[in-house]
């Protein structure tokens, strides 16, 4: 059967642990009520820097891969 | 006419030059069918990924997510990082194979995975219909941001918007598509970053803003654990969940992204193309959360409001002033001219052409190649359509173009609503069939009949259902039948139908005829290899 590489499933762990983190985090600890604070995590993590940085091992890696295999 | 300044009008003039030079001359490049249906596979990864970035983000972005932050309050963010993480996710999920495969229309996969031509005519229409809602809605929200902001009449700014999106369509086909829609997806992030660094600097910096915001609407940080939720529809964590994955999927299956994935020129472009993407509709994202936290504020404490001022009562008053759409729509424009400078105002003007103009654009790309590719040439073996693919594409987009526009004359709020419900259907009832038949042998050819045909009429109704008898489409539809209460549970634009699709082929899959093996083997096995 088929089945995504190992780099997609770190990127999903990443991303939804990320966010799964995020709300446990603001729905204990409040963090949404620090100053500025969603800002950071909500909108600069979550909405750019986690998902670049997912889009970047999505390409870095496969074409690793590919090098490794002598292929383009 | 109202009284416009001379930066808003230059701005939009020079916008709309430069799309049609750019249209202009990139016609020169077409030199056959497979350059107009798909650049000739020849467009590279910062141009494709910036396409890709304006094409998927639709005014439904620029206006409406903006406003459902305004209105929902901070949980909604999470909805719009979600739509961003669905980018890198489709890069290994479907764009990888997709590119590795080459196909040259959004149906080529479904009939060659499940070996049946006749999934033409299904996938064809499911997207036809999608097409001509979003059309319609990008026509309108063309006319919206000229009106608004340029106070251009919106029967002209629909008119001038159509006749622009059709020569460049026309003229060069892809090519023209894809080099116009990275040009809108740079002016259109410039402009929301404009927008929203002007908004932070007068907030007094990121603390200032959200302190500001607090001041302003003290239930707008808060989640479902606080005491009061800034909104019924962010009331639960079901509800934020569900906003959460509503449109998470959506890069990854809907047509005129996956469409994209063919023009590049090898699967390394096409994986980096969405890196580029990523980063573009990030940025562009953080600066609408920005603004759609910050309009409430802005509106009552700009030149519209004052002392005990209504943002809602003023955005009913633009609504009641301009005639079109619904007052949300303008909670983005009226918080940026609060900042009541002419040239960010200009800029936002471009910015919401360049995001309506390109995504209109990309619809018209998947339909025409679909109606005349794979309709008129290989289902129908039109004699005409296969002698001038070219000629009868441009008259295709431009059939298109005019629906559009006729719908967009007086346009009902039913029609501009469905667009949502369109990109909902088209992920639940053919995205299942194009992951599934990627990654998994099992996927039969009547497991995709069954989703296709019964997602889209299932979820038709259930979103009719709910918004015109429970009051709002974001209503599970049988809440009154399990709950005997309408707003028992909170299910943002039928997000439920996405499981259920997914769901629904798994188990039509499971207890019918598997397809032959030939065609598993090299349109599953063998593309999803080594992506």
């Given at each position: 059967?088929?089945?995504?590489?190992?780099?997609?499933?770190?990127?999903?762990?990443?991303?939804?642990?990320?966010?799964?983190?995020?709300?446990?985090?603001?729905?204990?600890?409040?963090?949404?009520?620090?100053?500025?604070?969603?800002?950071?995590?909500?909108?600069?993590?979550?909405?750019?820097?986690?998902?670049?940085?997912?889009?970047?091992?999505?390409?870095?890696?496969?074409?690793?891969?590919?090098?490794?295999?002598?292929?383009? | 006419?109202?009284?416009?300044?001379?930066?808003?009008?230059?701005?939009?003039?020079?916008?709309?030059?430069?799309?049609?030079?750019?249209?202009?001359?990139?016609?020169?490049?077409?030199?056959?069918?497979?350059?107009?249906?798909?650049?000739?596979?020849?467009?590279?990864?910062?141009?494709?990924?910036?396409?890709?970035?304006?094409?998927?983000?639709?005014?439904a972005s620029m206006l409406g997510l903006p406003a459902y932050v305004f209105i929902i309050?901070?949980?909604?963010?999470?909805?719009?990082?979600?739509?961003?993480?669905?980018?890198?996710?489709?890069?290994?999920?479907?764009?990888?194979?997709?590119?590795?495969?080459?196909?040259?229309?959004?149906?080529?996969?479904?009939?060659?995975?499940?070996?049946?031509?006749?999934?033409?005519?299904?996938?064809?229409?499911?997207?036809?219909?999608?097409?001509?809602?979003?059309?319609?809605?990008?026509?309108?929200?063309?006319?919206?941001?000229?009106?608004?902001?340029?106070?251009?009449?919106?029967?002209?700014?629909?008119?001038?918007?159509?006749?622009?999106?059709?020569?460049?369509?026309?003229?060069?086909?892809m090519i023209a598509t894809s080099w116009n829609a990275a040009f809108q997806a740079f002016?259109?992030?410039?402009?929301?970053?404009?927008?929203?660094?002007?908004?932070?600097?007068?907030?007094?910096?990121?603390?200032?803003?959200?302190?500001?915001?607090?001041?302003?609407?003290?239930?707008?940080?808060?989640?479902?654990?606080?005491?009061?939720?800034?909104?019924?529809?962010?009331?639960?964590?079901?509800?934020?969940?569900?906003?959460?994955?509503?449109?998470?999927?959506?890069?990854?299956?809907?047509?005129?992204?996956?469409?994209?994935?063919?023009?590049?020129?090898?699967?390394?472009?096409?994986?980096?193309?969405?890196?580029?993407?990523?980063?573009?509709?990030?940025?562009?994202?953080?600066?609408?959360?920005?603004?759609?936290?910050?309009?409430?504020?802005?509106?009552?404490?700009?030149?519209?409001?004052?002392?005990?001022?209504?943002?809602?009562?003023?955005?009913?008053?633009?609504?009641?002033?301009?005639?079109?759409?619904?007052?949300?729509?303008?909670?983005?424009?009226?918080?940026?001219?609060?900042?009541?400078?002419?040239?960010?105002?200009?800029?936002?003007?471009?910015?919401?052409?360049?995001?309506?103009?390109?995504?209109?654009?990309?619809?018209?790309?998947?339909?025409?190649?679909?109606?005349?590719?794979?309709?008129?040439?290989?289902?129908?073996?039109?004699?005409?359509?296969?002698?001038?693919?070219?000629?009868?594409?441009?008259?295709?987009?431009?059939?298109?173009?005019?629906?559009?526009?006729?719908?967009?004359?007086?346009?009902?709020?039913?029609?501009?609503?469905?667009?949502?419900?369109?990109?909902?259907?088209?992920?639940?009832?053919?995205?299942?069939?194009?992951?599934?038949?990627?990654?998994?042998?099992?996927?039969?050819?009547?497991?995709?009949?069954?989703?296709?045909?019964?997602?889209?009429?299932?979820?038709?109704?259930?979103w009719l259902k709910a918004k015109l008898v429970l009051g709002h489409h974001a209503f599970?539809?049988?809440?009154?039948?399990?709950?005997?209460?309408?707003?028992?549970?909170?299910?943002?634009?039928?997000?439920?139908?996405?499981?259920?699709?997914?769901?629904?082929?798994?188990?039509?899959?499971?207890?019918?005829?598997?397809?032959?093996?030939?065609?598993?083997?090299?349109?599953?096995?063998?593309?999803?290899?080594?992506?």
């Open positions: 059967m088929p089945w995504p590489p190992k780099v997609f499933w770190v990127g999903a762990i990443l991303y939804y642990g990320f966010t799964a983190l995020c709300w446990i985090a603001e729905a204990t600890s409040g963090i949404n009520h620090v100053v500025g604070l969603p800002f950071w995590y909500a909108a600069f993590l979550g909405s750019f820097v986690i998902p670049l940085v997912m889009s970047i091992l999505y390409f870095y890696f496969p074409e690793k891969a590919e090098e490794a295999r002598g292929g383009a | 006419m109202a009284t416009v300044e001379a930066p808003v009008i230059g701005i939009t003039v020079l916008y709309f030059l430069a799309i049609i030079v750019i249209g202009y001359y990139s016609r020169q490049r077409l030199k056959s069918a497979t350059d107009y249906y798909v650049a000739g596979r020849q467009v590279g990864a910062v141009v494709n990924g910036l396409a890709l970035e304006s094409t998927y983000l639709s005014p309050g901070y949980p909604f963010w999470w909805a719009m990082a979600a739509i961003i993480a669905g980018m890198p996710i489709a890069t290994l999920l479907t764009a990888s194979a997709l590119r590795k495969y080459a196909p040259t229309s959004f149906a080529d996969y479904y009939a060659d995975r499940y070996n049946d031509e006749r999934l033409r005519w299904i996938v064809g229409i499911v997207t036809v219909i999608g097409a001509v809602l979003y059309i319609t809605l990008s026509i309108v929200g063309m006319a919206l941001f000229l009106l608004a902001i340029a106070k251009v009449p919106y029967i002209v700014g629909i008119v001038v918007g159509t006749i622009i999106v059709m020569l460049y369509v026309v003229w060069g086909g002016l259109m992030t410039v402009a929301a970053v404009i927008a929203a660094i002007a908004i932070l600097v007068k907030l007094g910096g990121i603390d200032g803003f959200y302190a500001a915001v607090a001041a302003n609407n003290p239930k707008f940080w808060n989640t479902p654990s606080d005491p009061e939720a800034p909104h019924l529809l962010s009331g639960t964590w079901i509800a934020v969940i569900g906003w959460f994955f509503v449109w998470h999927y959506g890069f990854a299956t809907m047509p005129y992204t996956v469409v994209r994935f063919f023009t590049t020129m090898d699967i390394k472009t096409a994986r980096r193309s969405i890196f580029w993407c990523t980063l573009a509709a990030g940025i562009f994202y953080m600066a609408l959360e920005v603004i759609g936290a910050a309009s409430k504020l802005m509106i009552e404490t700009g030149p519209m409001g004052g002392e005990g001022a209504n943002a809602v009562a003023i955005l009913k008053n633009y609504m009641g002033q301009y005639g079109v759409g619904v007052w949300t729509d303008y909670s983005m424009i009226a918080a940026v001219e609060a900042l009541q400078n002419p040239w960010v105002l200009g800029i936002l003007c471009a910015g919401g052409l360049a995001i309506a103009m390109s995504t209109a654009a990309g619809w018209v790309m998947v339909v025409n190649v679909l109606m005349t590719r794979d309709w008129g040439d290989m289902m129908l073996k039109s004699k005409f359509a296969k002698e001038n693919p070219v000629l009868l594409a441009r008259i295709v987009s431009v059939i298109f173009l005019l629906v559009g526009l006729v719908i967009a004359i007086n346009p009902p709020g039913l029609v501009l609503d469905l667009s949502g419900w369109a990109f909902v259907v088209i992920i639940s009832a053919l995205g299942p069939g194009l992951v599934l038949g990627l990654w998994w042998k099992r996927a039969t050819r009547a497991a995709m009949w069954t989703t296709a045909i019964v997602m889209t009429v299932l979820h038709l109704y259930a599970f539809f049988l809440n009154d039948v399990i709950f005997g209460n309408p707003k028992a549970l909170i299910t943002p634009h039928q997000v439920w139908a996405i499981p259920v699709g997914f769901l629904l082929f798994i188990i039509v899959s499971l207890i019918t005829k598997p397809v032959e093996e030939e065609a598993v083997q090299k349109y599953c096995v063998e593309l999803t290899q080594e992506v």
